[in-house]
């Protein structure tokens, strides 16, 4: 069974730093893509950041490029959502989330299979 758990959120003032880890356990091969995806309270949940586990290809949301970066570790299975310069706007429920579509990367909440409970992010004017 294939199991995310984020770690790493908490309150930050605009401008700051947080990094945000997603450990993954279950996967039977490498060739998953794992993303970051945010919730703002009465918002739809959107796409942030994703990257394929098998050749380490990126891919960013408009809003985050430039300020935030993802890896990966794959000797521990976790994947880092580096945020950086954040701002008040950033303030959301973060989640990571695994998609078989490791080819194909792509920043739509249909395109994965399983989720993480999440983590709160809050940046403070």
């Known amino acids: 069974e294939v199991q995310l758990v984020e770690s790493g959120g908490g309150l930050v003032q605009a401008g700051g730093s947080l990094r945000l880890s997603c450990a993954a356990s279950?996967?039977?091969?490498?060739?998953?893509?794992i993303g970051w995806f945010r919730q703002a309270p009465g918002k739809a949940r959107e796409g942030v950041s994703c990257i394929s586990n098998s050749d380490g290809t990126t891919a960013y949301a408009d809003s985050v490029k430039g300020r935030f970066t993802i890896s990966s570790d794959n000797a521990k299975n976790t994947v880092y959502l580096q945020m950086n310069s954040l701002e008040p706007e950033d303030t959301a429920v973060y989640y990571c989330?695994?998609?078989?579509?490791?080819?194909?990367?792509?920043?739509?909440?249909?395109?994965?299979?399983?989720w993480g409970q999440g983590t709160h992010v809050t940046v403070s004017s």
């Open positions: 989330a695994a998609s078989n579509h490791y080819r194909l990367l792509r920043l739509w909440v249909s395109w994965y299979n399983y």
């Open positions: 279950g996967f039977t091969s490498d060739d998953y893509a």
